[in-house]
Nanobody, 118 residues
Framework: QGQLVESGGGLVQPGGSLRLSCAASGSIFSTYIMGWYRQAPGKERELVADITGSGRTNYADSVKGRFTISRDNAKNTVYLQMNSLKPEDTAVYYC????????????WGQGTQVTVSS
């Protein structure tokens, strides 16, 4: 059974930065595509960014140039560096793990709240 544990959420002012971390069990990390989704109140869950085992990345248009996803394969950890945060980035952020042959994530973390407000 895979496990994903997120950390790093919180309250930040507009224009500020946060870094989210997600520790994964080894069995669901090394060959899986790791990603971050978010869900804002009243909105559907959306993909923010994902990264393959070889480091190829994909971003939602709304976060390109502001967010950076990265992974440390030695630590089974994936990160989301969020800069120039906007109030519309407020959401619960979920770490995910997806087998490369699947279209949707196999595993989800419990979620971490990110609030951007002055």
């Amino acid at each position: 059974q895979g496990q994903l544990v997120e950390s790093g959420g919180g309250l930040v002012q507009p224009g500020g930065s946060l870094r989210l971390s997600c520790a994964a069990s080894g069995s669901i990390f090394s060959t899986y595509i790791m990603g971050w989704y978010r869900q804002a109140p009243g909105k559907e869950r959306e993909l923010v960014a994902d990264i393959t085992g070889s480091g190829r990345t994909n971003y939602a248009d709304s976060v390109k140039g502001r967010f950076t996803i990265s992974r440390d394969n030695a630590k089974n950890t994936v990160y989301l560096q969020m800069n120039s945060l906007k109030p519309e980035d407020t959401a619960v952020y979920y770490c995910t793990s997806r087998h490369l042959l699947k279209a949707t994530p196999d595993y989800w973390g419990q979620g971490t709240q990110v609030t951007v407000s002055s």
